[in-house]
């Protein structure tokens, strides 16, 4: 992947550490992170206006190809957490969606990385120019990292 440049907005969300996101030890499981990613990246999406029925519909479909977790905090039942997602564009097929999770106390807990790309369903290939399929469904591409 070629050398990104960093989108100038960035989303967030916040979100409740549910019962159902805990280990025995009342710690968040590794799981609940990828899924608080995923939320985020989600709600960015469709905040940007970016149909995700309709993207399929046209042949497309977004995909992560890796996933990078790593823990720095301590995140447990009945705290809340922001989780943002910035979108990181190179010149490939593959972007990055970076996401850090941040404790109510403004301490980092976790980062999240995703390499991804959009897969033309018919081929079976990656797209060549990923933003400029994003870019062109998005009401609001500057949430995707895309100028507006």
Not at 17 to 26: P, W
Request: net charge negative.
């Amino acid at each position: 992947m070629g050398a990104g440049i960093v989108g100038l907005v960035s989303f967030s969300i916040r979100m409740e550490v549910r019962v159902s996101d805990l280990d025995a030890q009342l710690h968040v499981t590794g799981a609940a992170y990828h899924q608080f990613a995923d939320h985020s990246r989600f709600a960015c999406v469709q905040a940007a206006g970016v149909s995700v029925e309709e993207l399929i519909a046209a042949g497309f479909g977004p995909v992560n190809l890796e996933t990078t977790l790593k823990f720095h905090r301590e995140l447990r039942g009945g705290d809340t957490v922001d989780v943002s997602c910035a979108w990181v564009w190179g010149t490939g097929k593959t972007y990055r969606v970076e996401h850090v999770l941040t404790r109510q106390d403004d301490v980092v807990v976790a980062t999240v990385t995703h390499v991804s790309g959009l897969l033309d369903i018919a081929a079976r290939r990656l797209v060549a120019d990923p933003a400029q399929e994003w870019a062109a469904r998005a009401l609001k591409p500057e949430l995707l990292g895309l100028p507006d």
